[in-house]
């Protein structure tokens, strides 16, 4: 099954790819199936097995991801905007926005809200699905370590006072309606404006998603022996305006001090373990002696982020305070 989870996510790489040049050509079931060496009647098996939807519905609906991240970031003509990701119309693309979103693109561009795109689906991946890596480690690259002053800001998120770990948080997100991992994914995706975004469309993976604990008392009590509580979302600027989906909560974050231990880019399947354990140990052995500052685990409401994207880094950012002689 695994072989199989990677050989989709091939797929599903390179239908955002064709999606972003508008290779249309390529974006065929025979085409795809014909690339991996397959039929199109066993991709077409594997695929909703995997998946849980047809080859065809997925890819209707990452155009339709794709284009209203146009329709909300540009000026373009809407009619210009529906042809190249495939509408024979701008009847047809308004019918399949609003089916697809309940508003149409002109009333999305007047006033864009968060509504759920279909993020790419990442079939295989061993982080979330709890799996060690494979091989040895090959980078040598050590952890930077480093002082920030971050400024203000504002995290929207979801929380989850009983997770224990990345996994364990979207299965117990996934239990409760409304902030599975598909619609928490999907709404913040649709956020204009997120500080972290480099303009990628899947989670920890450039769309400014961000693993995140908080200073809670009411958290549990974490392996640095402190109580925190587990949060997903994204960092926006200190004056956003925007809507807050129901579902979430979104806080002010003043502007405070933090340390930064980042690894650069690495081999995700063979390396994360490795790559974490790494980080791990450099800041459970870090020398504070003569920087005037310490870990701030007790101040409720510290956040603690967590960059997790293993093509640009891995990283933590820690909160820390002033101690005085």
């Known amino acids: 099954m695994y072989e199989w989870q990677q050989q989709i996510q091939i797929i599903m790489d390179e239908i955002d790819r064709c999606i972003k040049e508008h290779n249309d050509e390529a974006l065929t079931l025979h085409f795809l199936s014909r690339k991996l060496g397959y039929s199109e009647f066993y991709m077409t098996r594997k695929f909703r097995e995997i998946l849980g939807m047809q080859f065809k519905e997925y890819l209707r609906r990452r155009k339709l991801a794709f284009a209203l991240k146009e329709v909300r970031d540009s000026d373009r003509n809407l009619l210009d905007i529906a042809v190249d990701y495939g509408f024979s119309s701008h009847e047809a693309f308004t019918r399949a926005f609003k089916e697809a979103y309940g508003i149409t693109p002109s009333e999305y561009r007047k006033k864009p809200v968060p509504v759920v795109l279909r993020t790419k689906i990442n079939s295989f991946d061993r982080y979330f699905l709890g799996l060690g890596e494979i091989g040895m480690m ?10 920030v002053t971050i400024p203000a800001h ?8 009983e997770s224990n770990g990345y996994w364990d948080f979207w299965q117990k997100q996934n239990q409760i309606p409304g902030q599975d991992y598909e619609t928490i994914c999907g709404l913040l995706d649709s956020i204009k404006g997120k500080l972290d975004d480099e303009g990628g469309s899947d989670a920890n993976a450039g769309g400014g998603h961000l693993m995140a604990y908080i200073n809670d008392p009411e958290g549990r009590i974490c392996g640095w022996g402190f109580p925190r509580t587990e949060c997903y979302g994204v960092r926006l600027p200190a004056d956003y305006q925007g809507e807050v989906p129901p579902q979430m909560l979104l806080v002010d974050v003043p502007e405070a001090e933090y340390l930064v231990f980042e690894h650069g880019p690495f081999d995700y399947e063979q390396e994360n373990c490795s790559v974490e354990g790494k980080i791990e140990k450099a800041m459970a052995t870090f020398d504070f002696t003569g920087t005037g500052y310490c870990f701030d685990t007790t ?26 002689e």
């Open 154 to 161: 504002k995290f929207l998120h979801i929380k989850n006072y």
């Open 299 to 324: 101040t409720p409401g510290r956040i603690f982020y967590f960059y997790h994207d293993p093509e640009r880094f891995w990283k933590y950012i820690r909160p820390v305070r002033a101690v005085t």
């Open 138 to 147: 090959k980078s040598t690259e050590d952890v930077k370590i480093y002082f």
